[in-house]
């Protein structure tokens, strides 16, 4: 072992670099092409979201919550609603959730396509990135029409929507929807499931074994391309979405063979373009007439809400994962006493960390781009001591160890055991 | 007097292959734009990339060796010197007996020089992307080395002035022995050299050492300015040369007979119609390669070639041989 250790070389994979869309930093250990150690440092993107949440109050809050991320804009600021709601003990009307359906899945639609070009690009196949932005424009136009905004547009109101989809607007996501049928899918399906670059670079890259996403706790494409069947819209029965019947989707009903690689969450992507359209087809044939919003004026919502008393905690399946969001009231204040919110990147990192380890060096910005990482999302967490003055950003170590420890605390009997992965983020001390 | 044509013709023949391999990058970049349904660049980007490149100051990093600052002008030198001995549509300027040993030579060094300034470099992935370049030069130059000489080898038995010289070429091609076994060889060593054509100016499946979403460039990380610059130009003239290569071998008739021209129009003539065919290959083995594929590991890379390219190299220098030997009636 030591004889080799003279010939292991340390690469850093950021926070800069072309591999990445966004701030955070993999320190690779390499013997030759093979990696031997994976080092994830966070917080290059801190923006202190919850410390901004503490002085806004609800309505202004779901603003901030579009803003958390620039691709799941709609799902925080559902998840947001969602959680207010379920303190105040608001009811949606129906029509409303049928519209955050909708537009929900519209998001998912434009948000896969994107990280379809993204993993295009991740393995020198810059055509596919090119054409499947291209074909996304079109569910961007769309998301415009109806919401006014390509990126934040802002659908979501407390106990409601602010928009209703009418008629034309019905037309227009059919006729996308007939378009991305007819003409995309067949061409994604040929490039993601049948093309012999994307398989030879794929397959058995970044490998997640199903143990692995269940210890790590991975959400959304990332767990189901491994063979969990987690779906937050499935399993725990969320908003209309029963009656719309969905199921999680996993590689076996497209490939037959599930090994949680890239190729696998790349083949759960396409398929969720699948069962999104589908979806919408549906929402459109069973979504009732009647009121989108619970309140009847926007001024009516603040008098309620400062009357709550408890806490709420709001789920969704975002595109990339489960999102909740955790809210407790403030009685007598229009501002929450806690806002939080965890993302499904988080996990989803951790695992794929792991899963690095032993593959070759190739192999790295094709794995970080398939769980379509979100830092924006993730670096939230700063911790001030009030006393001293003294200011630390929590990273992924600490907040593991907080929550192994936490886990161990409810549940004394739990099987599972983690490893801390990397070291804490030395911008931390800076500050 | 006659060396001093010669140098004077070398010149003429650095501007000259300068600007059309310059041009090629413009237009390469347009084509695959206009393939991903994008507009591209301007035709003339390479040009003012280039020159803007030269205005700029360069940056050497703190722990840079002494070759670090050579190897462009070393690689640049290189690539010139290799133009005296690159067949562009009529036989090399110091054409002798045995110039394919030099011509094959030189253009290994100037891959062996980038591989010299990235490890002197001190960047981690410019030392990532010189292992990439060593490996994967290593394997690409056998099945063409066997390729290249079993054609002149072949083409010598037909009675040419210098064996083993490029001008060969333009006195016999391979096609006109005309025998169903020496067409089929020909054939596949045309596929073999395409691939291995691809590999030498790094793209689609070979873009490994460069990779830019891997290892940010590769050799060139840590390149910036006026040496950027000149290994921008070398790699220019490097992909003019090898695709000169392809299309001396393949395709090496000239235009000047059917235009009856001579002198030194013939000389401009076939060289501009040489420039074409190199545009043609370039654009089935660059651009549109390029286009339709992505990027492998290197260890499929090298798969590629030592249990594909290699094969069909020896398939194809079997089936000229036995054509030869005349086995098979």
Same mark, same amino acid.
């Not at chain 1, 009307?93 to 929900?104: D, H, L, Q, S």
């Not at chain 2, 994008?38 to 990339?49: E, S």
């Given at each position: 072992?030591?004889?080799?250790?003279?010939?292991?070389?340390?690469?850093?994979?950021?926070?800069?670099?072309? #591999?990445?869309?966004?701030?955070?930093?993999?320190?690779?250990?390499?013997?030759?092409?093979?990696?031997?150690?994976?080092?994830?440092?966070?917080?290059?993107?801190?923006?202190?979201?919850?410390?901004?949440?503490?002085?806004?109050?609800?309505?202004?809050? /779901?603003?901030?919550?579009?803003?958390?991320?620039?691709?799941?804009?709609?799902?925080?600021?559902?998840?947001?609603?969602?959680?207010?709601?379920?303190?105040?003990?608001?009811? @949606?009307?129906?029509?409303?959730?049928?519209?955050?359906?909708?537009?929900?899945?519209?998001?998912?639609?434009?948000?896969?396509?994107?990280?379809?070009?993204?993993?295009?690009?991740?393995?020198?196949?810059?055509?596919?990135?090119?054409?499947?932005?291209?074909?996304?424009?079109?569910?961007?136009?769309?998301?415009?029409?109806?919401?006014?905004?390509?990126?934040?547009?802002?659908?979501?109101?407390?106990?409601?929507?602010?928009?209703?989809?009418?008629?034309?607007?019905?037309?227009?996501?059919?006729?996308?929807?007939?378009?991305?049928?007819?003409?995309?899918?067949?061409?994604?399906?040929?490039?993601?499931?049948?093309?012999?670059?994307?398989? #030879?670079?794929?397959?058995?890259?970044?490998?997640?074994?199903?143990?692995?996403?269940?210890?790590?706790?991975?959400?959304?494409?990332?767990?189901?391309?491994?063979?969990?069947?987690?779906?937050?819209?499935?399993?725990?029965?969320?908003?209309?979405?029963?009656?719309?019947?969905?199921?999680? *989707?996993?590689?076996?009903?497209?490939?037959?063979?599930?090994?949680?690689?890239?190729?696998?969450?790349?083949?759960?992507?396409?398929?969720?373009?699948?069962?999104?359209?589908?979806?919408?087809?549906?929402?459109?044939?069973?979504?009732?007439?009647?009121?989108?919003?619970?309140?009847?004026?926007?001024? $009516?919502?603040?008098?309620?809400?400062?009357?709550?008393?408890?806490?709420?905690?709001?789920?969704?399946?975002?595109?990339?994962?489960?999102?909740?969001?955790?809210?407790?009231?403030?009685?007598?204040?229009?501002?929450?006493?806690?806002?939080?919110?965890?993302?499904?990147?988080?996990?989803?990192?951790?695992?794929?960390?792991?899963?690095?380890?032993?593959?070759?060096?190739?192999?790295?910005?094709?794995?970080?781009?398939?769980?379509?990482?979100?830092?924006?999302?993730?670096?939230? @967490?700063?911790?001030?001591?009030?006393?001293?003055?003294?200011?630390?950003?929590?990273?992924?170590?600490?907040?593991?160890?907080?929550?192994?420890?936490?886990?161990?605390?409810?549940?004394?009997?739990?099987?599972?055991?983690?490893?801390?992965?990397?070291?804490?983020?030395?911008?931390?001390?800076?500050? | /007097?006659?060396?001093?044509?010669?140098?004077?013709?070398?010149?003429?023949?650095?501007?000259?292959?300068?600007?059309?391999?310059?041009?090629?990058?413009?237009?390469?970049?347009?084509?695959? #734009?206009?393939?991903?349904?994008?507009?591209?660049?301007?035709?003339?980007?390479?040009?003012?990339?280039?020159?803007?490149?030269?205005?700029?100051?360069?940056?050497?990093?703190?722990?840079?060796?002494? /070759?670090?600052?050579?190897?462009?002008?070393?690689?640049?030198?290189?690539?010139?010197?290799?133009?005296?001995?690159?067949?562009?549509?009529?036989?090399?300027?110091?054409?002798?007996?045995?110039?394919?040993?030099?011509?094959?030579? $030189?253009?290994?060094?100037?891959?062996?020089?980038?591989?010299?300034?990235?490890?002197?470099?001190?960047?981690?992935?410019?030392?990532?992307?010189?292992?990439?370049?060593?490996?994967?030069? @290593?394997?690409?130059?056998?099945?063409? /080395?066997?390729?290249?000489?079993?054609?002149?080898?072949?083409?010598?038995?037909?009675?040419?002035?210098?064996?083993?010289?490029?001008?060969?070429?333009?006195?016999?091609?391979?096609?006109?022995?005309?025998?169903?076994?020496?067409?089929?060889?020909?054939?596949?060593? $045309?596929? *073999?050299?395409?691939?291995? &054509?691809?590999?030498?100016?790094?793209?689609?499946?070979?873009?490994?050492?460069?990779?830019?979403?891997?290892?940010?460039?590769?050799?060139?990380?840590?390149?910036?300015?006026?040496?950027?610059?000149?290994?921008? $130009?070398?790699?220019?003239?490097?992909?003019?040369?090898?695709?000169?290569?392809?299309?001396?071998?393949?395709?090496?008739?000239?235009?000047?007979?059917?235009?009856?021209?001579?002198?030194?129009?013939?000389?401009?003539?076939?060289?501009?119609?040489?420039?074409?065919?190199?545009?043609?290959?370039?654009?089935?083995?660059?651009?549109?390669?390029?286009?339709?594929?992505?990027?492998?590991?290197?260890?499929?890379?090298?798969?590629?070639?030592? &249990?594909?390219?290699?094969?069909?190299?020896?398939?194809?220098?079997?089936?000229? &041989?036995?054509? &030869?030997?005349? *086995?098979?009636?």
């Amino acid at each position: 072992m030591n004889s080799r250790i003279e010939y292991w070389v340390k690469i850093p994979i950021g926070p800069i670099h072309p #591999a990445l869309e966004e701030p955070e930093k993999f320190i690779i250990t390499l013997d030759g092409e093979r990696i031997i150690n994976v080092d994830v440092k966070l917080g290059y993107n801190l923006r202190g979201l919850e410390w901004i949440a503490m002085r806004r109050n609800y309505i202004q809050l /779901m603003y901030l919550a579009e803003r958390i991320c620039g691709i799941c804009s709609f799902s925080h600021n559902h998840t947001y609603t969602r959680a207010v709601e379920e303190m105040a003990g608001i009811e @949606v009307p129906e029509r409303a959730e049928y519209i955050r359906v909708i537009v929900g899945e519209l998001e998912r639609i434009h948000s896969h396509l994107l990280n379809l070009g993204v993993i295009g690009h991740a393995i020198g196949y810059d055509t596919v990135l090119h054409l499947s932005w291209l074909a996304r424009e079109r569910v961007m136009d769309i998301l415009e029409a109806i919401g006014g905004n390509r990126v934040n547009y802002a659908m979501n109101t407390i106990g409601g929507v602010r928009r209703d989809i009418e008629e034309k607007h019905r037309r227009a996501i059919l006729d996308m929807i007939a378009y991305y049928k007819n003409e995309i899918m067949p061409k994604i399906e040929e490039i993601f499931l049948y093309d012999p670059t994307v398989e #030879a670079r794929l397959r058995d890259a970044g490998v997640i074994p199903k143990r692995i996403a269940i210890e790590y706790s991975a959400q959304g494409p990332t767990a189901r391309g491994s063979g969990v069947k987690k779906d937050v819209r499935y399993n725990e029965r969320l908003g209309v979405y029963p009656d719309l019947g969905v199921k999680p *989707v996993t590689p076996k009903e497209f490939t037959g063979v599930i090994k949680g690689d890239v190729f696998d969450r790349m083949v759960v992507r396409v398929g969720e373009l699948w069962q999104s359209m589908e979806l919408i087809e549906r929402a459109f044939d069973q979504m009732p007439g009647g009121k989108i919003k619970a309140f009847a004026k926007d001024n $009516l919502i603040l008098p309620k809400l400062k009357k709550a008393d408890g806490e709420g905690i709001g789920r969704y399946e975002a595109p990339r994962g489960e999102v909740i969001h955790y809210v407790r009231a403030n009685p007598g204040k229009d501002i929450p006493s806690k806002w939080k919110a965890r993302e499904p990147t988080f996990p989803n990192l951790f695992a794929v960390a792991r899963a690095l380890v032993g593959e070759q060096l190739a192999d790295v910005p094709v794995a970080i781009a398939s769980i379509d990482p979100c830092l924006s999302c993730t670096d939230r @967490v700063a911790v001030v001591d009030a006393r001293t003055g003294k200011r630390g950003i929590l990273t992924e170590k600490d907040l593991l160890r907080a929550s192994i420890e936490k886990t161990r605390e409810i549940n004394p009997e739990v099987s599972a055991r983690p490893e801390v992965v990397g070291v804490s983020c030395p911008r931390g001390d800076l500050l | /007097m006659n060396l001093l044509y010669a140098t004077l013709g070398l010149i003429g023949l650095y501007i000259y292959v300068s600007f059309a391999s310059l041009l090629w990058e413009g237009l390469d970049r347009k084509l695959v #734009a206009r393939m991903q349904r994008r507009i591209g660049p301007p035709l003339l980007q390479p040009f003012y990339d280039f020159l803007k490149l030269v205005s700029k100051e360069s940056i050497i990093p703190r722990h840079a060796g002494r /070759m670090f600052e050579l190897a462009p002008v070393f690689a640049l030198a290189v690539s010139i010197a290799l133009l005296a001995y690159t067949p562009f549509g009529f036989a090399p300027l110091f054409n002798t007996r045995g110039d394919v040993i030099v011509f094959i030579y $030189l253009l290994t060094l100037i891959a062996f020089i980038r591989v010299l300034g990235a490890v002197n470099s001190g960047s981690p992935y410019a030392q990532i992307g010189a292992q990439r370049e060593i490996i994967i030069l @290593v394997s690409r130059e056998v099945p063409m /080395m066997l390729g290249l000489f079993a054609i002149l080898w072949r083409l010598s038995k037909l009675g040419v002035s210098k064996p083993f010289s490029l001008g060969t070429f333009y006195e016999h091609n391979i096609w006109e022995i005309g025998t169903p076994l020496t067409f089929m060889g020909a054939v596949i060593l $045309l596929f *073999v050299f395409l691939a291995w &054509l691809a590999s030498e100016i790094e793209v689609g499946y070979f873009n490994i050492p460069e990779a830019e979403e891997e290892i940010a460039e590769g050799p060139m990380a840590e390149y910036s300015g006026r040496h950027l610059a000149l290994f921008k $130009l070398s790699n220019a003239l490097k992909e003019f040369i090898s695709a000169s290569l392809v299309v001396a071998i393949f395709f090496p008739w000239g235009i000047s007979g059917v235009l009856g021209l001579t002198g030194a129009g013939a000389v401009v003539a076939d060289l501009l119609f040489h420039t074409l065919k190199v545009y043609a290959v370039l654009f089935v083995s660059m651009s549109v390669f390029r286009a339709i594929t992505g990027r492998l590991r290197i260890t499929q890379a090298v798969q590629v070639f030592w &249990l594909r390219m290699l094969p069909a190299a020896v398939i194809g220098v079997l089936l000229i &041989l036995i054509d &030869l030997m005349e *086995v098979i009636a």
